[in-house]
Structures are given as structure tokens and as C-alpha cells.
């Protein structure tokens, strides 16, 4: 068939696509009828001009090339349509997550901000109290007056801290200092049987209650809001809402846990 290959690329086909049509226009002819086996590969080769190939086998090959675009068409469509679902229910999780974790996670940080106000409250009576240890302090022995200057200087390094890590810190040394300067006046009988002593060391005694109390309940406002911050899905999004990871934890030393008491009858050691 003369000028097949130019009446296939005024339909629209490239050269490769011209060629494929009539290699496949050959075979089908060649399937077709007697005589079919004379063509060799050469003459395959040589395309519908050189063999002169029916045009219904043109034809066949034209709608066999044409159903095969359109396969490929339809597979390039749903891929295309794959990616845009996923791409979608992927936006809509991330979304979904950003605000489901942001409320949960401002939630959260209410709390231990709630808890931390009050942590700084009983904190805060315990400084108030500070300077009367002191001043009882420094009115007995020698050694002892060491311990106060000690303890006023956690006082002004705990109020001047730079963040709340730190105070903490600060706090947890000034708990023990607290309990050293106490177990010493107890044990110094000029000391311990003042009237001053004993209503301090009764209020000290309340304000480390309260502060155990608070401390509790702030480590467990933390603790709930670093599980929140870990959970999935908040754990993806949590950094692009500038959320912190976590929050620190007050811990008392041992002893800190062993909250000072006196008591009047007993007799001083």
C-alpha cells in the first residue's frame, strides 16, 4: 500500500507509532490466509509498501494501537486519580491532627501552667520564712551560720533564675538546706527551746507540706502533658505547632521527703 506511512502521519501518528501500525498490519496478514508464510521477517521489516498490505490489516492495526493509547490513558487517569485521593486523605489527616493536637495539647499546658502558678505560690512562703531561719539561725552556734549564708544565697540564685529547670533545681538544694538547718537547731537545745523556733519550725513544717502537695500535682500535670505530647498523631505535628516535647519534672532529694517537725516534749538531743 503506497504512501501508508504518509497518510498514517497525516492521522496523527509519530514515525514509531507508523511503523508499529504497519509491522502489526503485516502480522495480521500474514495470519490471515494462504500464502501467509511466504513473508519472512525482511519483508516484515520492510513495511506495507514493500509487501503491500491490505488496508483492513491498516485498519486492524490502527484500532489495535488506538485501544492500546486509550489503556494507557485510562491507567495514566487513575493513577493520577490515586495520587490526588491519597494526596488528599493525607491533607486532611495532617490537618485534622494539626487541630485535634493543638487543643489537646493547649489543654495540657493550661494545666501545668495551672499547677506551676501554684508550685510558685508554696515556693514562695517557703522564701517568705527563709529570712526568720536565718535570723535563728545566725543567734546560734558558729557552724550553723554558714548553712544560713548558704541558704540565702539558693534564696537569691532560685529567684533569679533564668528558667523554671533551673529554679527547680535551685529549689530541690534549698530543700535540703532547709532540712540541714533545721536537724542542727533541733539538735542545739538553746536553740530548739525558743518560742520563735518552734512556731517557725511549725509554719516550716506546713510549707513543706504544701509545697510536697503542689510538687505532686505539677509533676502529674507534666507527666500527663508529655503523654499527650508522645501520643500518635500528635507526635507528628507537635513541632510544626511549636509545642515543647515535654515538661520538666520536680524531683525532691530523699531528703526533702522527710518533712521537719518539732515537737515541744520531746527533749532536745
Do not use: C, W
Not at 233 to 251: D, E, I, K, N
Request: charged content about 25%; cysteine-free; proline content about 4%.
Amino acid at each position: 500500500m503506497a504512501d501508508a506511512r504518509q497518510q498514517l502521519s497525516q492521522e496523527g501518528f509519530s514515525d514509531a507509532e507508523a511503523d508499529a501500525i504497519i509491522r502489526r498490519a503485516v502480522e495480521l496478514q500474514q495470519r490471515s490466509g494462504p500464502g501467509s508464510d511466504r513473508m519472512d521477517a525482511a519483508a516484515l521489516e520492510a513495511g506495507a509498501e514493500a509487501v503491500g498490505v491490505q488496508r483492513e490489516f491498516v485498519q486492524e492495526a490502527i484500532r489495535e494501537l488506538r485501544a492500546e493509547r486509550a489503556r494507557a490513558a485510562a491507567h495514566r487517569a487513575r493513577r493520577t486519580r490515586t495520587l490526588r485521593l491519597v494526596s488528599a486523605v493525607v491533607a486532611a489527616f495532617l490537618i485534622l491532627s494539626a487541630l485535634f493536637s493543638h487543643r489537646a495539647l493547649n489543654a495540657s499546658l493550661a494545666e501545668v501552667e495551672t499547677k506551676r502558678a501554684q508550685l510558685e505560690n508554696v515556693l514562695q512562703r517557703r522564701h517568705d520564712l527563709i529570712p526568720n531561719l536565718i535570723a535563728v539561725t545566725r543567734a546560734s552556734a558558729a557552724h550553723e551560720k554558714e548553712l544560713a549564708a548558704s541558704l540565702s544565697g539558693l534564696v537569691e540564685q532560685a529567684r533569679s533564675a533564668r528558667g523554671f529547670e533551673e529554679r527547680l533545681a535551685l529549689e530541690q538544694q534549698l530543700s535540703d538546706g532547709v532540712q540541714e538547718v533545721l536537724n542542727a537547731l533541733r539538735a542545739d537545745p538553746q536553740a530548739s527551746s525558743t518560742a520563735l523556733f518552734i512556731r517557725l519550725s511549725d509554719e516550716m513544717a506546713g510549707a513543706e507540706n504544701r509545697i510536697a502537695v503542689e510538687r505532686k500535682r505539677y509533676n502529674e500535670a507534666a507527666a500527663a502533658y508529655t503523654r499527650t505530647a508522645r501520643g500518635f498523631p500528635t507526635f507528628v505535628v507537635r513541632p510544626l505547632l511549636g509545642f515543647p516535647a515535654s515538661q520538666p519534672y520536680f524531683q525532691a532529694a530523699e531528703e526533702a521527703h522527710q518533712v521537719p517537725v518539732f515537737n515541744p516534749g520531746q527533749s532536745p538531743r
